[in-house]
């Protein structure tokens, strides 16, 4: 039961889980890409003088979206049964795509 993408409550399956961090990664490169281009191209702002505004923007895109996956994470703890808590694990660098990895291949916690 999912409440909405940009919400934590609820569950999602392994599936849907998947497909939002697919969804995340390309808006991510999405962002940093369009956010790039149109800061540092020649033919926009004074010939590419705010590359650095780009490189701002990419940043900012890039944690807002952590921010949302970060959300869709909760939701498929709750799907499998364990707690809140372990989010953590996505401060631990190299530890963060193991667990990725586990919450992706773990099944549903049966209701």
């Known amino acids: 039961m999912s409440k909405s993408f940009l919400s934590s409550e609820g569950g999602i399956g392994r599936f849907k889980f998947i497909l ?24 926009y702002f004074m010939h590419g003088h705010f590359g650095t505004l780009g490189v701002f923007f990419a940043i900012v895109g890039a944690l807002i979206c952590s921010m949302i996956g970060l959300m869709q994470l ?27 990895l586990y919450a992706c291949v773990t099944p549903s916690k049966a209701a």
Request: charged share 15%; hydrophobic share 55%; proline share 4%.
């Open 20 to 43: 939002s961090l697919i969804v995340l990664v390309a808006m991510t490169a999405g962002i940093a890409y369009g956010a790039d281009y149109f800061f540092t191209h020649p033919d």
């Open 74 to 100: 909760l939701k498929r703890l709750r799907d499998m049964g364990k707690g809140a808590y372990l989010t953590l694990w996505m401060l631990v660098p190299g530890v963060n795509v193991l667990f990725l």
